[in-house]
């Protein structure tokens, strides 16, 4: 039998007796047993239309012998049942029930993604999940659920954005800094020679420059980067961000406590080698965002900070 993660979230009507109701369903799956259910935590909620009422968010352990295409088209029948309304994507809903982890399977296809795309970074489906299930492994990033939900709590306030195309990168994270209000890497340091006038795409130079920015030693000189690096730094002090990613950061360097990587039209080249770059594992959350529409990209890569940082005020995202 396959070891399988849902997570279960509710902000309409009766919430709890939804999330009872939708156990229960679940557990009477055929060839199905449930091990475990987490208590339920309330929680804000994060992207979506504005106005929405707070969450109860749960998970739940199941042995199965479907499928993952039949425990997820299980478990959308029971969404069905329930009363879910799928109109608005984030709006607020009755039921709200995904497939987080199928064993260590990964899986991409247009009806399905495992394990789910944005569990490695959202503390809403981490904290809960690792009440019963903080030992299974995350395959894409190679981690525990325990370890990426210790890395959030410990990391800085720092958010590295990349994407295949540099341009691409730096238009975002400079965006994500406006709304924000956040200070951006590049320009802590205007008088290095890889500043962000002059910071070469690839390369010597170019690694070199990012290993400069990101020591931690470097960090501690600049009173606006330092205050970000307690794990008690002040709750709504907005992240740092950077329009590069260092993977695989070297000791003493300054690591993201999310990496924004937006996956859209690029040559072919550059795309397969981003993509291989992703598909490594030991990188931590990374939130994959797919896509041209540039509000749509925007909002999405808010909603994830939001999801690291639920304290963080960001105007126009709730």
Known sequence: MARCLLALGSNLGDRREMLSRATLEAAALPNSRLLSRSQWQVTEPIGGPGGQGAFLNGSLLLDTQLDPAELSSAVHEIERQLGRQRVVRWDARAIDIDLLLYDLQEIETEQLTIPHPRMSFRRFVLEPACEIAGSMIHPSSGWTLAQLLRYLDNAPRYVAVTAAEPASARRLATQLCQVLGSPQLERQFPTSAT????????????VQGMADMLHESRWRQVAELAARLPIAAEPSLPPVVSSFWCEGAEAGLVRPAVVIAWEKSSPAKAQAKFRQMLSRSGHGPVARI?????????????????????????????
């Open 290 to 318: 797919q896509g041209e529409d540039f509000p749509a990209v925007l909002s999405e890569a808010l909603a994830a900070i939001r999801a690291v940082w639920p304290t963080l005020p960001v105007d126009g995202v709730s």
């Open 195 to 206: 500043g962000p006038d002059s910071l070469p795409s690839e390369g010597v130079e170019f």
